[in-house]
């Protein structure tokens, strides 16, 4: 990673303005912080056979007491959201079952299948505590359940919003300066930004753009005149 590298460390980084995400209000999203991304995959195995048996301890059975349980764990996260006004998505847990795998034709019980989840876990949450969780639902899914190692990365802690951040205290005396109604969240997904703050370095994700749809990788994904020009004009007075 460049960040790793003697020619970063030369350019002296005291603090970081990454992308940001479009408001469809007034406000604009600051960012100071990420969820910690964990993408995993569970493995059932079971006894193979044809498809008009019933046969004891199949893939199939296990499965569905993982997925069961795993959606039981995401509608809990989806509640605390909902009832909670105070929250937004950054601040829960998201739950995702993203693909499922296996079988060998529509009359055979399969010895083995397979399911993916995509988890974005909050920084609220003890980390530790989540990956217990993990194992815990695959040993009562029952024997043959395997987690592969999973695609899981670091928790890095999010940059302060208080007076002991010289550089939140800059940002801020500026947006109040320009009347800005600025809301500060955890950002839902991940950013280059977390590269930095791994190395204790401050970082924004900030982008001027209120009034504006949230069409990132859409389609016919824009930008008013107003709300461009207006931003710039924000940019010019953050970085001087």
Known sequence: LFVETEAFRKLNVGCEIDEGVASPDETFNLYYGERTSYKLTIICSGTP???SLLHDNTAGEKLSIVIKRFMERRSE?????????????????????TMI??????????????????CRVSLNMDHEEFEKWV????????????LLQPDKKKRIAPT???SGNP???TLKSQFDMMGLIVKPNIFPAATDARYIRNLGIPAFNFSPMNNTPVLLHDHDEFLNTKVFLRGIYIY?????
């Open 49 to 51: 056979g044809h498809g």
């Open 77 to 97: 996260e989806k509640t605390k959201l909902r009832e909670n006004p105070n929250l937004t998505l950054g601040d829960v847990t998201s739950i995702n079952l």
């Open 101 to 118: 795998e296996g079988g060998v034709q529509t009359n055979v019980v399969p010895p083995e299948l397979k399911v993916l989840f995509d």
């Open 135 to 146: 194992l815990d639902v695959c040993k009562e899914a029952g024997e043959g359940v395997t």
């Open 160 to 162: 302060t919003l208080d």
């Open 167 to 169: 550089w939140w205290s």
């Open 236 to 240: 010019v007075n953050i970085i001087s």
